[in-house]
């Protein structure tokens, strides 16, 4: 079995993590191409080392000198390195880095150091080969990546690799120069290794253990996922629960590599295991009718009415287009015969709802537009649900058992989640409400 393993940033803040992921690594010969990140957070005011990065080319691009922060970045690296008793260059490296600050580099090159300088640190801790990101993953200059030369360059070097490390979250442009993926992208660069390399699974490695059936925050101890679909997980990532780069999952995805969450500090835990729906046999999810539960507070609804509208033609696109000329994004239009609602984050249009009512009024042609704010979307999730009929019914009594009034409701074609509006004050007890009566 080959497996590739990414490892976050709190995986790596410091030698203590270094440790754990050496021990992990060194348990199972056949995790043999490792994604590492930058350093995270060792306690809960200190600093990511990317941040450090960004605050550095800041520096550089307003003239400020950066050399107090750079230090701190170096003495980070240094300490590691020095715990561990290792004999990474990293005097030659920072020397390196500081002449090509001095040269007003890309801003692209500074922040991709953190993943480069631990990747060189793990590697000479493993005694294993170092891939450079920028010599495996290439992007197009419109920033998409050439699948056809990452795939021959990747397989080429590490193909005869019997345990590599590459750092995540850059690549770079047919020129040379570094190109960074958003935030977070060191899980693409293992979900794109997992891909061209074949791997059977892709384990990505962080500081929580795996997925859980709801916010912690709101249920007192929920339940851990053990296995979910990777369209369960869309569903619930949609809503906020994920510890994953939603573009991560595509690669892998398409390949039908599972994704295997795991916890660095108890590497012994299962986690949480992303599978193919046509993976999810009779035992998936425990018996549990759904997989998790997850929401997001403050939306608006724009609640539109005119009699006669079901023989009117055209009319919700006219709607729409009030929205797209100012470039909202809606998120649900759930309908009836005579009117529609749509129903977006109250964010995005804060400061320029009356002017919306207004539109939608003359574009409608109708008086009647009503908004509607504060309120909270919580979806239900799970692929056992279109074959288990009284669904709907158990999740509506637990609401109302609470007192709990429903302001929309809204189920997908697939039939895998429920998605119900409640207002913002009872968020947190629609959640435990559902939880309580679907989760055992």
């Known amino acids: 079995m080959l497996k590739v393993a990414k490892f976050g940033g709190t995986s790596l803040a410091d030698a203590k993590q270094f440790k754990k992921v050496h021990d992990i690594l060194c348990n199972d010969e056949e995790r043999r191409y490792v994604v590492v990140s930058a350093p995270g957070k060792r306690f809960k005011d200190d600093n990511k080392i990317t941040d450090l990065l960004y605050l550095t080319y800041a520096h550089i691009k307003y003239s400020v000198p950066y050399g107090s922060i750079l230090k701190v970045i170096e003495d980070r690296f240094n300490q590691i390195k020095n715990e561990l008793n290792i004999n990474t260059d990293l005097e030659g490296e920072f020397k390196t880095i500081r002449e090509n600050l001095d040269k007003k580099c890309e801003e692209d090159y500074i922040v991709s150091r953190g993943e480069y300088l631990c990747a060189l640190l793990m590697s000479d801790y493993l005694n294993c080969d170092f891939v450079d990101a920028k010599d495996v993953i290439f992007f197009n200059y419109d920033d998409t990546i050439n699948k056809e030369k990452t795939h021959k360059k990747l397989s080429e070097l590490l193909a005869n690799s019997n345990k590599a490390i590459i750092p995540g979250f850059y690549g770079s442009y047919p ?113 549990d009718i759904i997989t998790g539960i997850a929401g997001k507070k403050d939306f608006s609804f724009f609640h539109i009415h005119k009699e006669h509208m079901a023989n009117e033609v055209g009319i919700i696109k006219k709607a729409l287009e009030v929205f797209e000329e100012r470039g909202i994004s809606i998120d649900h239009i759930p309908s009836g015969i005579d009117s529609f609602t749509i129903v977006l984050p109250s964010n995005s249009v804060e400061k320029v709802s009356h002017q919306i009512v207004e539109e939608l009024k003359e574009k409608c042609k109708t008086e009647n537009v009503q908004v509607y704010r504060h309120i909270s979307l919580i979806t239900t999730v799970g692929i056992k649900m279109a074959y288990r009929p009284g669904v709907s019914a158990k999740l509506f009594t637990a609401l109302g058992s609470k007192n709990i009034n429903i302001r929309m409701i809204d189920q997908g074609s697939s039939e895998i989640n429920i998605i119900v509006a409640v207002e913002d004050k009872d968020f947190e007890e629609a959640i435990r409400a559902i939880y309580d009566a679907f989760i055992k």
């Open 175 to 287: 020129d040379g120069s570094i190109k960074t993926f958003s935030r977070g992208g060191s899980d693409i660069t293992g979900a794109i290794v997992s891909n061209v390399m074949g791997a059977d699974i892709y384990e990505n490695w962080t500081d929580v253990s795996g997925f859980l059936t709801a916010d912690p925050k709101i249920v007192e101890n929920p339940k851990q996922i053990k296995h979910i679909t990777y369209r369960e997980l869309r569903e619930l990532s949609y809503m906020g629960a994920s510890v994953l780069h939603e573009e991560a999952v595509f690669p892998v995805r398409q390949a039908g590599i599972p994704i295997n969450i795991k916890n660095t500090n108890e590497p012994e835990n299962p986690g949480t295991l992303i599978i193919r729906d046509d993976q999810a046999g009779e035992d998936y999810a425990d018996g």
